[in-house]
């Protein structure tokens, strides 16, 4: 059984390009949680996603963030027009249960903002 | 709201001593709690957990934690630590409801001496 998969592992973006960042949950799990680090800091919660339904979005930034888990295919964290300020690592988890149990973190994505 | 504070931002210990990692959390009813395990660079390892039952919790590679109500903590600890286990190291807790994301603490960097 395939872990969670996130692509890319690393990207590298200019100020004022769009970031798409994909995860791949573990089969059979269908709760996905995104969360930030940035240097230095804990994981931050984003976003918490059912398919095709944002559950709580509470810690994502009101602009230029959005993120989606379709039907089919990967959750997408989306960041449109990145600043500096975005580069950290972003990390997806998914669970079977969105019950606060465990939740399998992926390898994560390395955003760079030149 | 929950939340989770680590005290020790930084901890050496020599190769072959024990180790105990601080863990305070914050939270209105029983929690989930986690222990995870970060190298440079990498994604997140589970270590161990802890739902409910037997407060002391074995885990992997050794380590075990100790869920104190009274104290409201969550102590990691191991009995002889090894050169690997220098990392980062991330308590949680996570919200016993159906919306159950996780908070994380800062983290405790660990730096083991030969």
């Known amino acids: 059984n395939a872990g969670v998969m996130q692509n890319p592992r690393h990207l590298v973006r200019r100020r004022g390009q769009e970031a798409r960042l994909r995860c791949s949950p573990m089969?059979?799990?269908?709760?996905v949680y995104w969360y930030r680090q940035l240097p230095e800091e804990g994981l931050k919660f984003m976003v918490y996603?059912?398919?095709?339904?944002?559950?709580?979005e509470s810690g994502m930034p009101k602009e230029r963030f959005s993120a989606e888990f379709p039907k089919e295919g990967p959750s997408i964290l989306r960041i449109q027009q990145v600043v500096r300020g975005d580069s950290a690592a972003y990390f997806c988890a998914s669970s079977p249960k969105g019950d606060g149990g465990t939740q399998y973190f992926g390898p994560g994505t390395r955003l760079l903002v030149l | 709201a929950q939340s989770v504070t680590q005290p020790d931002i930084h901890i050496t210990v020599s190769e072959g001593a024990s180790l105990e990692l601080r863990c305070n959390y914050s939270y209105g009813a029983t929690p989930y709690l986690f222990w995870y395990v970060q190298s440079p660079g990498q994604g997140l390892q589970l270590l161990l957990k802890?739902?409910?039952?037997?407060?002391l919790v074995q885990g992997i590679k050794g380590f075990e934690a100790e869920f104190k109500r009274s104290q409201s903590s969550f102590n990691l600890r191991k009995p002889s630590v090894h050169w690997s286990d220098a990392a980062e190291y991330f308590c949680?807790?996570?919200?016993?409801?159906?919306?159950?994301?996780?908070?994380f603490g800062d983290g405790t960097t660990l730096t083991v001496k030969p």
């Open positions: 802890y739902f409910s039952g037997d407060t």
């Open positions: 089969k059979g799990h269908s709760h």
């Open positions: 996603l059912q398919k095709e339904n944002i559950i709580d």
């Open positions: 949680a807790v996570g919200a016993n409801t159906n919306a159950g994301k996780s908070t």
